[in-house]
């Protein structure tokens, strides 16, 4: 997810940069959105007792997974764009230089 994140904004680079210096993080953040991910799975197992409401867990369970989803494409999102903000503020800038004629 670093890439699309990253792919309007940054070079490839910086891209290559910030996922070399944000590894660990990024690691957290894909293990963290997996294990959410699997709340879905779990209301399923659990529901099976509960036969009758079908219709509603399954409801519930489809919501739940384009919530987790998105949720977690925009925690990469934020996470690699204000990576990506801090890096660029850590840079020295240089002066324009202007040719004059």
Known sequence: MT????????SADERR???RDSRW?????GIASGLLSS???MLW??????????????????????FI?????L???HYC?????????SEPHYPAITVES
């Open 17 to 19: 940069a910030i996922v």
């Open 39 to 41: 709340v879905p799975t």
């Open 81 to 89: 764009l204000h990576a990506l903000e801090r890096m660029r503020a």
């Open 3 to 10: 890439y699309d994140a990253l792919a309007l904004h940054a």
């Open 45 to 66: 197992a659990w529901s099976v007792w509960l036969l009758p409401l079908f219709p509603v867990v399954a409801v519930v369970t489809i919501w739940a997974y384009a």
């Open 69 to 73: 989803l998105v949720f977690s494409a």
């Open 75 to 77: 925690w990469f999102a």
């Open 25 to 29: 993080p990024l690691l957290a953040i």
